[in-house]
T-cell receptor, first 119, second 107 residues
Framework: GAGVSQSPSNKVTEKGKDVELRCDPI?????LYWYRQSLGQGLEFLIY????????KSGLPSDRFSAERTGGSVSTLTIQRTQQEDSAVYLC?????????????????FGEGSRLTVL | DQQVKQNSPSLSVQEGRISILNCDYT??????FLWYKKYPAEGPTFLIS?????DKNEDGRFTVFLNKSAKHLSLHIVPSQPGDSAVYFC??????FGAGTILRVKS
């Protein structure tokens, strides 16, 4: 498809289980971002990739959270030993590159999100 | 520590009138700002951006104003349409988002 694709769209899991969320960015986009939106909250930045490297991991809430990106394309966000407070919509976005240089509007293209519910 | 704040959780405007959505930030090092619109059950979509070297950027019905001295930006939508009803997020440098403002445009 032409847009950012995320899977699964919905995931219900039990507390303590591990979950893996996948993001397939728009082809050719070098920058990839993970955010989460908890109920009634704004978008919380988690991690950002430029190519396969993550210059900014400052938003990861704990060491239970990790993310990787391989081949400059697909990224996976892994949450180990899930807790109820991890319940949220996890959004992935991609862009051609960071910054506004070279006429880049700075636009991020978002996927529809993965809704995680931890029981 | 919220670096980007949208202090109005919601705004209600009559169709045809102007909608003004506000955003304040604390970090003077931010060099560009973006506005996104989000409908329920969908990902946010980009509306408009502005570089910190500018004070205004206009795209159709949408205009963003930046006041660097006040660390404040605003999004003006005129005329407002019922289809504009959504949650609007202000963001800085793509990494820091405000909590969002729910806009309801009444017909």
């Amino acid at each position: 498809g032409a847009g950012v694709s995320q899977s699964p769209s919905n995931k219900v899991t039990e507390k303590g289980k591990d979950v893996e969320l996948r993001c397939d960015p728009i082809s050719g986009h070098t920058a990839l971002y993970w955010y989460r939106q908890s109920l009634g909250q704004g978008l919380e930045f988690l991690i950002y990739f430029q190519g396969n490297s993550a210059p900014d991991k400052s938003g990861l809430p704990s060491d239970r959270f990790s993310a990787e990106r391989t081949g400059g394309s697909v990224s996976t966000l892994t949450i180990q030993r899930t807790q109820q407070e991890d319940s949220a919509v996890y959004l992935c976005a991609s862009s051609e590159r960071a910054g506004l240089a070279g006429g880049n509007t700075g636009e991020l293209f978002f996927g529809e999100g993965s809704r995680l519910t931890v029981l | 520590d919220q670096q980007v704040k949208q202090n109005s959780p919601s705004l209600s405007v009559q169709e045809g009138r102007i909608s003004i959505l506000n955003c304040d930030y604390t970090n003077s090092m931010f060099d560009y700002f973006l506005w996104y619109k989000k409908y329920p059950a969908e990902g946010p979509t980009f509306l408009i951006s502005i570089s910190s070297i500018k004070d205004k950027n206009e795209d159709g019905r949408f205009t963003v104003f930046l006041n660097k001295s006040a660390k404040h930006l605003s999004l003006h939508i005129v005329p407002s349409q019922p289809g504009d009803s959504a949650v609007y997020f202000c963001a800085a440098n793509k990494l820091v988002f405000g909590a969002g403002t729910i806009l309801r445009v009444k017909s």
